[in-house]
């Protein structure tokens, strides 16, 4: 279960996806009080028992209210982040976006290897191609690498900066929202999230960083969050159609 608490501050006025407070319930308020008239007919006659032995009215009477607002589904007092939110995204779907979104950035970067002899040196050597990029021996290899460090990170930091969206959660219907208000993350809540989510994947785990990831989404209650959404408290939520 996750324990991120959300940092303070008011979303700006400006964005569309704050979250909005809850509509008032129509009719107003239920009146309070006994109803005009006084008592129903038939009700108990003077000096009955079930009459309060503590001197008139019920026993019930004085007693305090209900702790946690009275009243069920308010989630601790009703301050739950995700109220006035859309649903939170499907497992799948989120999957489904970050392949569209490597695809996108992977393919150029294969042609841009042509020219650092990456291929050659794969089959020179006798390793794979993943071997060879998070490789850092020679001096072409490791600008290659930089290249393709700053080419994820800043991909999914300017768009997510933008609008909440990569171009795979645009496909899905998703958007990457704040934890606290719903609002777009900043580009310092984006750079820091996407860090967390492509550096140690291209540099030494390419394998067991996006598993750790997935399954940390998948097990994670109430929020589904990621690794790199629980460092820049933000949540993946469904696009409203």
């Known amino acids: ?48 028992p079930y009459d309060s032995p503590y001197g008139g009215g019920s026993p ?9 607002g009275g009243g069920y589904g308010g989630g601790y007092g009703g301050n739950d982040p995700l ?8 497992t799948g779907r989120r999957v489904l976006a970050r392949l569209i979104d490597w695809v996108i950035i992977a393919v150029p970067l294969a042609i841009i290897g042509i020219p650092f002899d990456i291929y050659q040196r794969a089959t020179r050597d006798g390793s794979d191609f993943g071997d060879t990029v998070n490789s850092l021996n020679g ?41 606290n ?12 999230r996407a860090v967390v989510l492509w550096l140690p994947a291209l540099i030494c785990c390419a394998c067991l960083w ?15 969050q990621g690794l790199h959404d629980k460092a820049a408290k933000t949540v993946v939520v469904t696009v409203p159609q």
Request: proline share 25%; no cysteine.
């Open 139 to 179: 001096g072409s290899q490791l600008v290659f690498q930089l290249i393709t460090i700053v080419a994820y990170v800043a991909y999914d930091t300017v768009l997510t900066a933008r609008n909440g969206q990569t171009i795979g959660k645009k496909l899905m219907k998703l958007r990457v929202a704040m934890l």
């Open 60 to 68: 019930y009477d004085n007693m305090p209210p209900p702790p946690y």
């Open 181 to 192: 208000d719903g609002t777009t993350p900043p580009m310092s809540q984006s750079l820091l």
């Open 1 to 48: 279960m996750s324990t991120d608490q959300p940092p303070p501050g008011q979303p700006p006025e400006d964005d569309p996806f704050s979250k909005r407070p809850p509509e008032p319930p129509p009719g107003g308020p239920p009146p309070s009080g006994p109803p005009p008239g006084g008592p129903p007919p038939g009700g108990p006659p003077p000096g009955s």
């Open 210 to 224: 996006p598993l750790l990831i997935l399954i940390l989404i998948v097990v994670d209650k109430p929020y589904k």
């Open 83 to 90: 109220s006035g939110m859309p649903p939170l995204a499907d």
